[in-house]
């Protein structure tokens, strides 16, 4: 049978004001004028009042949706499903049809239900959400009955004013409103910034922290992005605000909300670890709690107040749902529900209404695939068409051919196909504004997807539209020219796989002619080995300059790269979406189509 749509669960429109401008002490009241979206559903022994002990309240959640309304394409749209045999199996998984699905499903029978997600709802999105500012996915999310979210590094993509418009609604400042008519209505859930203030005013950007109450039940959440969003955001995005530290931020709030008479809290944090399986459903606490996860997330949660139970993750694109011992040795939950819309994560948090907190020994968390064999929500496929007729003329304009995949965003390995591309492309776009251009340099976190040779509509198989390239490349970078010492360049490299980026390395995506090896059994700056670094088979002459194409976000030192923010004689080129778009015309045709790059640019020794 259909899906059809749960009828709203009554709840006021999110509050509409910064809280640079409510001011903080308004912050208490504006929560707890936000009623809650349950009905009853109680577990356990009666207390005095004749009301059972404890009541399960359902948690779903998910992050870094980056406006996937519709099924991600290729391998960013599949999740890895372990078999009892031990086997791996990939699921097609994702879009806002189903997710909107599943969620509406796992509320049955758990009147209780509170849904939250971890950032990134936004930014990076495809061409469908992108275009228009990521309105649609607001909207979607409106529908499916969002209840609070923290912010992500990508919701400081077009900066804090935009974020404000995105929250409290209103047209877009230069494209004004999309559809005739029609006003933008913002968020009707809260987005929770507590570790984001104003530079001026030291006051938070949006409120810290949200009450979700039902008949005496309240769970207060805690938003925060991780510390580090300058660095992965570009200079404008952040311009005038600090981003404060992730564990003593929850710390003060936790104490503020417990003050409050609010001793159940869980914290929605966007950042996140590395899985030790890529599979969704391994098992985090194997052979110990907590040992399937490594990364930020765990010093993190090692790190955060007793008194939060739970924790929500994302930004790492991960799924893991493990048992982290707090700072007293209890057991604490840890999840993250993947990307792209592809898991939601199902957690029970048994409320004692005596205590007012959760007993943690019976939380209970577990992901769950959005499967594409379910029905759509029909809400959702109305909404996403009506966006497509407004998109269409842009969307579907042909600009290259492919003659089969060429795996970017989930190649799962340091030099990708789909790299080795655009890096050509920002490369013949810088020679075309000065030919003494001499190679290109990709950030690997800016390769969005794949591009899949099997049509997406009706444009015929292995025709790239703007829309796949869109999606691709959405963030609107410029391609830029600098000049670096080939000191620079070599540091540059190293950089990689040190400072910021030696427990997680990113590794750029270089252009053709550039070789060099990673020697991964190394630690720090030595993996990147020196003498190995050339150009057209020479090696790079650290006293010589070389002209490197590398887009506006790595220009400005992006990404930990300090030392390709530090070029001289700059020139400025087209966005890099055209950059890619022209090398795609210029070098492909239906008869003649481009190949997938071999990706033999780098060796890796493991």
């Given at each position: 049978?259909?899906?059809?749509?749960?009828?709203?669960?009554?709840?006021?429109?999110?509050?509409?004001?910064?809280?640079?401008?409510?001011?903080?002490?308004?912050?208490?009241?504006?929560?707890?004028?936000?009623?809650?979206?349950?009905?009853?559903?109680?577990?356990?022994?009666?207390?005095?009042?004749?009301?059972?002990?404890?009541?399960?309240?359902?948690?779903?959640?998910?992050?870094?949706?980056?406006?996937?309304?519709?099924?991600?394409?290729?391998?960013?749209?599949?999740?890895?499903?372990?078999?009892?045999?031990?086997?791996?199996?990939?699921?097609?998984?994702?879009?806002?049809?189903?997710?909107?699905?599943?969620?509406?499903?796992?509320?049955?029978?758990?009147?209780?239900?509170?849904?939250?997600?971890?950032?990134?709802?936004?930014?990076?999105?495809?061409?469908?959400?992108?275009?228009?500012?990521?309105?649609?996915?607001?909207?979607?999310?409106?529908?499916?009955?969002?209840?609070?979210?923290?912010?992500?590094?990508?919701?400081?993509?077009?900066?804090?004013?935009?974020?404000?418009?995105?929250?409290?609604?209103?047209?877009?400042?230069?494209?004004?409103?999309?559809?005739?008519?029609?006003?933008?209505?913002?968020?009707?859930?809260?987005?929770?910034?507590?570790?984001?203030?104003?530079?001026?005013?030291?006051?938070?950007?949006?409120?810290?922290?949200?009450?979700?109450?039902?008949?005496?039940?309240?769970?207060?959440?805690?938003?925060?992005?991780?510390?580090?969003?300058?660095?992965?955001?570009?200079?404008?995005?952040?311009?005038?605000?600090?981003?404060?530290?992730?564990?003593?931020?929850?710390?003060?709030y936790a104490k503020v909300l417990d003050k409050q008479g609010v001793k159940s809290i869980v914290t929605l944090i966007h950042e996140g670890g590395a899985p030790a399986s890529q599979a969704?459903?391994?098992?985090?606490?194997?052979?110990?709690?907590?040992?399937?996860?490594?990364?930020?997330?765990?010093?993190?949660?090692?790190?955060?107040?007793?008194?939060?139970?739970?924790?929500?993750?994302?930004?790492?694109?991960?799924?893991?749902?493990?048992?982290?011992?707090?700072?007293?040795?209890?057991?604490?939950?840890?999840?993250?529900?993947?990307?792209?819309?592809?898991?939601?994560?199902?957690?029970?948090?048994?409320?004692?209404?005596?205590?007012?907190?959760?007993?943690?020994?019976?939380?209970?968390?577990?992901?769950?695939?959005?499967?594409?064999?379910?029905?759509?929500?029909?809400?959702?496929?109305?909404?996403?068409?009506?966006?497509?007729?407004?998109?269409?003329?842009?969307?579907?304009?042909?600009?290259?051919?492919?003659?089969?995949?060429?795996?970017?965003?989930?190649?799962?390995?340091?030099?990708?196909?789909?790299?080795?591309?655009?890096?050509?492309?920002?490369?013949?776009?810088?020679?075309?504004?000065?030919?003494?251009?001499?190679?290109?340099?990709?950030?690997?976190?800016?390769?969005?997807?794949?591009?899949?040779?099997?049509?997406?509509?009706?444009?015929?198989?292995?025709?790239?539209?703007?829309?796949?390239?869109?999606?691709?490349?959405?963030?609107?970078?410029?391609?830029?020219?600098?000049?670096?010492?080939?000191?620079?360049?070599?540091?540059?490299?190293?950089?990689?796989?040190?400072?910021?980026?030696?427990?997680?390395?990113?590794?750029?995506?270089?252009?053709?002619?550039?070789?060099?090896?990673?020697?991964?059994?190394?630690?720090?700056?030595?993996?990147?080995?020196?003498?190995?670094?050339?150009?057209?088979?020479?090696?790079?002459?650290?006293?010589?300059?070389?002209?490197?194409?590398?887009?506006?976000?790595?220009?400005?030192?992006?990404?930990?790269?300090?030392?390709?923010?530090?070029?001289?004689?700059?020139?400025?080129?087209?966005?890099?979406?055209?950059?890619?778009?022209?090398?795609?015309?210029?070098?492909?045709?239906?008869?003649?189509?481009?190949?997938?790059?071999?990706?033999?640019?780098?060796?890796?020794?493991?």
């Amino acid at each position: 049978m259909p899906a059809t749509p749960q009828p709203r669960r009554p709840r006021r429109r999110a509050t509409r004001v910064l809280a640079a401008a409510a001011g903080l002490a308004t912050l208490g009241a504006l929560a707890a004028a936000l009623p809650a979206s349950a009905g009853q559903g109680q577990t356990g022994a009666a207390d005095a009042s004749g009301k059972k002990r404890t009541v399960d309240v359902q948690l779903l959640s998910f992050n870094d949706f980056h406006g996937n309304l519709q099924p991600p394409a290729g391998s960013s749209g599949q999740v890895t499903e372990k078999q009892p045999d031990g086997s791996e199996k990939k699921i097609d998984a994702g879009g806002a049809e189903y997710l909107a699905t599943s969620l509406r499903t796992a509320r049955k029978g758990n009147p209780y239900s509170v849904t939250a997600a971890a950032g990134d709802l936004i930014g990076a999105s495809p061409l469908l959400s992108g275009l228009f500012h990521d309105e649609p996915t607001i909207e979607a999310m409106n529908k499916l009955d969002l209840d609070v979210t923290s912010v992500g590094n990508h919701e400081f993509d077009e900066g804090a004013k935009e974020l404000a418009r995105i929250q409290n609604g209103g047209c877009h400042p230069k494209d004004g409103c999309f559809e005739k008519g029609k006003k933008f209505q913002g968020a009707d859930y809260p987005y929770l910034a507590a570790n984001v203030t104003d530079e001026k005013t030291e006051r938070p950007v949006l409120k810290p922290y949200w009450v979700w109450k039902h008949k005496g039940v309240k769970v207060g959440f805690i938003g925060v992005t991780l510390e580090g969003t300058p660095d992965i955001v570009s200079a404008d995005g952040v311009k005038g605000l600090k981003f404060h530290d992730e564990i003593e931020t929850v710390n003060k709030y936790a104490k503020v909300l417990d003050k409050q008479g609010v001793k159940s809290i869980v914290t929605l944090i966007h950042e996140g670890g590395a899985p030790a399986s890529q599979a969704y459903n391994y098992n985090c606490d194997s052979p110990g709690a907590g040992d399937g996860i490594s990364g930020p997330i765990t010093t993190i949660a090692k790190g955060i107040t007793p008194k939060v139970d739970a924790l929500v993750t994302g930004h790492t694109h991960s799924a893991y749902v493990c048992t982290v011992p707090d700072p007293s040795g209890k057991p604490r939950m840890v999840t993250s529900a993947s990307s792209y819309g592809k898991l939601y994560t199902d957690t029970t948090l048994t409320y004692d209404r005596r205590t007012k907190d959760i007993v943690r020994t019976s939380v209970k968390s577990a992901n769950h695939v959005v499967s594409r064999e379910q029905a759509k929500a029909k809400d959702m496929t109305s909404l996403i068409e009506r966006w497509n007729t407004l998109a269409e003329p842009v969307a579907n304009k042909p600009v290259g051919f492919i003659s089969g995949d060429i795996p970017g965003r989930g190649a799962g390995v340091p030099e990708s196909p789909l790299g080795d591309l655009i890096a050509d492309a920002q490369l013949a776009h810088g020679k075309s504004i000065d030919p003494e251009t001499d190679l290109a340099l990709m950030n690997p976190g800016g390769i969005r997807s794949d591009l899949v040779f099997k049509a997406s509509g009706s444009e015929g198989d292995g025709v790239v539209t703007y829309g796949e390239g869109f999606t691709v490349q959405p963030f609107s970078n410029t391609v830029n020219l600098v000049d670096l010492t080939g000191a620079q360049l070599i540091t540059g490299l190293k950089q990689q796989v040190s400072g910021s980026n030696e427990a997680s390395p990113k590794i750029l995506q270089v252009s053709d002619g550039l070789t060099y090896t990673l020697d991964m059994t190394k630690s720090g700056a030595d993996r990147v080995v020196t003498d190995s670094i050339k150009l057209g088979g020479a090696a790079i002459d650290p006293a010589a300059t070389y002209r490197v194409a590398m887009n506006s976000f790595l220009a400005g030192g992006g990404d930990g790269f300090a030392e390709l923010g530090k070029g001289t004689k700059p020139l400025v080129g087209s966005d890099d979406l055209k950059a890619f778009n022209d090398y795609l015309t210029a070098n492909s045709s239906a008869d003649k189509p481009i190949a997938p790059p071999k990706a033999d640019r780098i060796t890796v020794v493991k």
